[in-house]
């Protein structure tokens, strides 16, 4: 698993992949595909069909956690990221 320091640059693609497989138990069957348009990004994260529910959480707390970060990560490049986790 890549470590994160204050010298690494992660796009959001690889931001959201990281945080994923930190918290399935198969991080394997981790897939995030990345679908770009001229103001917009939709990453596609894909899991194991037992994992999805560490994906979400509780009332979708930890899916609507990573779409805060996503959201705070893509300001500096003027594009809205969407996260579409896909079961």
């Known amino acids: 698993m890549k470590k994160i320091n204050k010298e690494t ?12 497989k930190s918290l399935v138990d198969n991080a394997d069957k981790v897939q995030v595909n ?15 069909e037992p994992d999805i529910g560490k994906i979400i959480g509780k009332h979708g707390r ?20 969407l996260l579409d986790i896909i079961d």
């Open 9 to 20: 640059d992660m796009n959001e693609k690889e931001l959201v992949e990281f945080i994923a």
């Open 34 to 48: 990345m679908i770009e348009s001229e103001k917009s990004t939709i990453l596609e994260l894909s899991v194991d």
């Open 62 to 81: 930890i899916a609507k956690a990573i779409r805060t970060i996503l959201s705070a990560v893509s300001n500096k490049s003027n594009k809205r990221v």
